[in-house]
């Protein structure tokens, strides 16, 4: 209610009271609807978000047409923000990039002039420096846009109209696939050929009862940009497309270029789709690094216009399948595709559809095109037809017609109200045109204003029989027209035909159309063992006291004196092999991997262990030791916590390591010991010694693990396991080995204090 206070009118504030759930919940409902029908999923019907929808648009009406002159992109996608998308010109200006990318659309829409990116990820330029036009192909998804083919609505301020789906002359959903991310939903369509989509189609309209399997036939499956190797089982495709939710396995093209001498190099020629060629060769690069395939030597791009990737092996006796076969498990050179079908049916409601219900809503909205177009070409027809008559009229009544413009103040009404003599013969078949005039021999408006408005050149016999001979061939083409509208089967007829046209342009005949992906079985590939990549050698691996490494050739003495630098002794020696995995046991509870043939020669005194992993100079080297497949270890931290680990479960992949144990502020990783026996004995820096079953601590992948031992102060000194019943050993200070079998006064519960050590227990609290 508005009242005044010193002549300024006011209002009074209404306050609406509604729980928040409901308020949050309708507002949001508001926008998940918005994004899911006017930002995130395509039509069915065309295959287009608004947005693609909006740039093809706005260049039609720019007239920026296959043939004619490229416009600046920065004044398409001005017009497209200013017209129809208020979205900010940066998303309209990418949006239209892409389509005009052909290494991400199947059937560009946009033909760019200029740095519109590449395949290696790199962005377009900006849109000041570019130009595009509309492609071909994107001019026949909106044939028919001035024909009243498909509904209009006002743009976003009223000012103008805008289509609300394409006519659309082909599939393009399919064809160029889409992808998306709403509220709650996605999705995520790959493209295909659309020339194997066109043959579906035919099949569908011969037979609309058509199997998924023989639809499966005629659409083998995706057919991307880039080329590739679908390696997906055909029932795991027939599945995907009979559910609308799947994925499709794409490697990547290579072959064998022979070098000569025995010598070889991989080349690829095709990598999977949307996966950048830059971020491709970091990977390889890494793998090399890392050695996670030691069979790749490596890798160059020597790619130009077209894509060349080199490989090369590190000896000539790889076999390339088992190298491509390791590449493809770690590397993009394989990978999946997910299948997501959801769409919009009939522009409003979201569902996941098959294949066959896409091809269907396709079909289904060419159906109302034509019948659309098909009476929008009958009204101007009919218009024509109805001024032709009066033209004709006007040549069988000439010297009256123009005795009434002549002499007559108002010609038009005169020539309305009169009644001609000489009228034209009417046919009487249904399916001709029927005359609009108010009776025999009577003009209508429109017929009067026309005669007023020819041409005293017209008046000519030679355009008297040409109007009779249009005249004619209208009102046989109208006939057809009325035929077609009354006929089912003469329309989906001529919805093939139109699908022909298309594939006669844009076919698999054609350099756009021809297929670029093709179909293989992946094979079981065969498991690359380090026996298989690496001569098996004995060597003997010696670490420092400050970490420095190196493998000498075969199994020397352990006994020998080695060399070391100024200040530093020998810490690890042992008998290894060049296949064999060691462990590094870092006190961060970090665990690293080292292969042995990749350890520095015998010669001088090795290499520091730190330059081969990210291990800091402030952290001890707990342990080094060979890995086995199937042992278990004992790791426990100086604060006495400790727990079972599979060593196959602490392999680690990368230089950063393999985090194990779980450490607090002070606490370090004290040991790491092979389990061997059923007993676990424990001794502390307070020498007390603690003896309990093996069957009391957990198996772990990493953590903290639990308390083995009760301390008042200080920590754990060392751990071991062993077998009860043959005794706990260990070496007296004069070096001998001493086993103690009556142990049953050091035996308690686990996370208790125990005993002080036997007698003759090393000063150093070490069970070795």
């Not at 795991?236 to 994925?247: F, N, P, Q």
Request: some cysteine.
């Amino acid at each position: 209610m508005a009242n005044e206070d010193d002549g300024i009118p006011q209002i009074d504030a209404v306050t609406v009271s509604e729980p928040l759930a409901r308020a949050i919940g309708e507002r949001y409902l508001t926008y998940a609807l918005s994004t899911i029908m006017h930002r995130a999923l395509p039509d069915a019907r065309d295959g287009l978000k608004p947005v693609h929808r909006r740039i093809l648009y706005a260049m039609r009406e720019l007239r920026l047409s296959a043939t004619s002159a490229f416009r600046k992109s920065a004044k398409i996608s001005g017009d497209v923000m200013g017209n129809y998308h208020p979205h900010g010109d940066s998303a309209i200006y990418d949006a239209m990039a892409r389509l005009a990318q052909d290494f991400n659309v199947r059937y560009p829409l946009v033909d760019g002039q200029g740095n519109f990116g590449n395949i290696d990820g790199d962005n377009p330029a900006a849109s000041r420096y570019t130009e595009a036009r509309l492609t071909a192909i994107a001019e026949t998804l909106m044939e028919g846009l001035a024909e009243n083919a498909v509904d209009f609505r006002p743009n976003y301020d009223g000012t103008l109209e805008e289509p609300v789906v394409m006519p659309a002359a082909f599939p393009n959903l399919l064809a160029n696939g889409s992808s998306g991310i709403a509220v709650g939903m996605a999705t995520n369509i790959p493209p295909h050929n659309l020339d194997e989509l066109i043959m579906g189609c035919h099949a569908l309209l011969r037979d609309p009862d058509l199997s998924d399997a023989a639809l499966i036939d005629l659409i083998p499956g995706p057919d991307f940009p880039t080329g590739g190797v679908i390696v997906e089982p055909r029932a795991s495709i027939l599945e995907a497309y009979r559910t609308g939710r799947g994925s499709f396995r794409t490697r990547a093209k290579w072959h064998v270029e022979d070098l000569g001498r025995g010598t070889w190099q991989i080349i690829i020629t095709e990598i999977p789709y949307q996966v950048q060629k830059s971020k491709l060769i970091e990977k390889l690069a890494e793998v090399i690094q890392t050695k996670r395939v030691p069979l790749l030597a490596d890798v160059r791009d020597e790619s130009a216009d077209d894509i060349r990737v080199v490989l090369e092996p590190r000896t000539r006796t790889v076999e390339p399948d088992m190298l491509m076969g390791a590449l493809f498990k770690v590397t993009d050179l394989e990978s999946r595709f997910s299948l997501n079908m959801n769409v919009l049916i009939d522009g409003r409601v979201p569902k996941v559809c098959s294949l066959r219900e896409v091809l269907r809503a396709f079909l289904d909205h060419r159906r109302d095109v034509l019948l659309r177009r098909t009476s929008h070409r009958m009204e101007k027809i009919d218009h024509r037809l109805e001024v032709l008559e009066g033209f004709i009229l006007t040549f069988l009544n000439l010297d009256r017609v123009i005795d009434i413009i002549r002499y007559d103040d108002d010609p038009k009404p005169a020539l309305m109200r009169e009644t001609w003599g000489r009228t034209i013969a009417r046919a009487t078949n249904e399916k001709d045109y029927v005359s609009p005039a108010k009776g025999a021999g009577e003009l209508t408006e429109l017929q009067a204003e026309s005669i007023l408005n020819m041409r005293l050149r017209s008046l000519r016999r030679l355009e008297e029989m040409e109007l009779i001979a249009e005249r004619a061939a209208l009102q046989k083409e109208r006939a057809g027209l009325v035929g077609l509208l009354e006929s089912d089967a003469k329309q989906w007829k001529q919805i093939g035909r139109d699908l022909d046209e298309v594939r006669k342009n844009f076919g698999k005949n054609t350099k756009l159309g021809a297929r670029r992906s093709t179909f293989a079985e992946a094979g079981e590939a065969e498991e690359i063992t380090l026996e298989a990549m690496i001569d098996r050698e004995p060597i003997t691996v010696i670490c420092s006291q400050m970490g420095w490494i190196r493998a000498m050739k075969g199994h020397v003495d352990l006994g020998l004196e080695q060399k070391f630098k100024d200040g530093d002794t020998a810490r690890f020696a042992f008998h290894a092999e060049t296949t064999d995995k060691l462990l590094i046991v870092g006190a961060n509870g970090r665990f690293f991997t080292l292969l042995g043939a990749n350890l520095p020669g015998g010669r001088g005194m090795g290499e520091p262990l730190r330059l081969m992993v990210d291990l800091p100079n402030d952290v001890e080297i707990v342990d080094l030791q060979i890995h086995r497949a199937g042992e278990k270890l004992l790791v426990a931290s100086s604060a006495g916590d400790g727990f079972i680990v599979p060593s196959d479960e602490v392999l680690a992949q990368t230089r950063a390591g393999k985090v194990v144990m779980t450490l607090g502020d002070g606490v370090k990783t004290a040991v790491c010991r092979k389990v061997v026996g059923d007993t676990v004995a424990v001794v502390g820096d307070n020498r007390k010694v603690l003896i309990f079953p093996l069957t009391e601590l957990p198996e772990m992948a990493r953590g903290k693990g639990v308390r083995l031992q009760k301390y008042k102060d200080g920590g754990l000194s060392d751990a071991t396991t062993f077998t009860l019943a043959n005794g706990l050993s260990w070496k007296d200070p004069a070096g001998r080995t001493r086993t103690e079998t009556e142990l049953t006064e050091w035996i308690g519960a686990r996370a208790s204090m125990g005993r002080m050590a036997p007698r003759g227990f090393p000063r150093d609290n070490r069970f070795t």
